[in-house]
Nanobody
């Protein structure tokens, strides 16, 4: 299983970005998550969803502004980010979890991580 995140960049506060995660070798048993890590901070959950079930989960800080989605035919997972804030600045990672949706918010439970993509939101 391999993951690769892309789509990061520099955006002004209030703007939008869409991150993409290319997934290869995944099966329908995997849960997909997006996490982020800002300098000097721990990695935190952003959003997650089951690969096949479509149920979505969000952090309180991103709910209503971010949307996780997937395209199974293309083996892609996306994170749409809107009304971005400077505090959203971080390195964003996609990850895959086999243990089940109940662990969707726990980074230590994830089995596979892609390289991050940097999102910088200017004020």
């Amino acid at each position: 299983v391999q993951l690769q995140a892309s789509g990061g960049g520099l955006v002004q506060a209030g703007g939008s970005l869409r991150l993409s995660c290319t997934a290869s070798g995944l099966s329908s048993n995997y849960v997909m998550g997006w996490f982020r890590q800002a300098p000097g901070k721990e990695r935190e959950f952003v959003a997650g969803m089951s690969w096949s079930g479509g149920v979505q989960y969000y952090a309180n800080s991103t709910k209503g502004r971010f949307t996780i989605s997937r395209d199974n035919a293309k083996n892609m997972v996306y994170l749409g980010m809107h009304r971005l804030k400077p505090e959203d600045t971080a390195l964003y990672f996609c990850a895959a979890l086999r243990s089940g949706i109940r662990w969707v918010r726990v980074p230590e439970k994830y089995d596979v991580w892609g390289r991050g993509t940097l999102v910088t939101v200017s004020s």
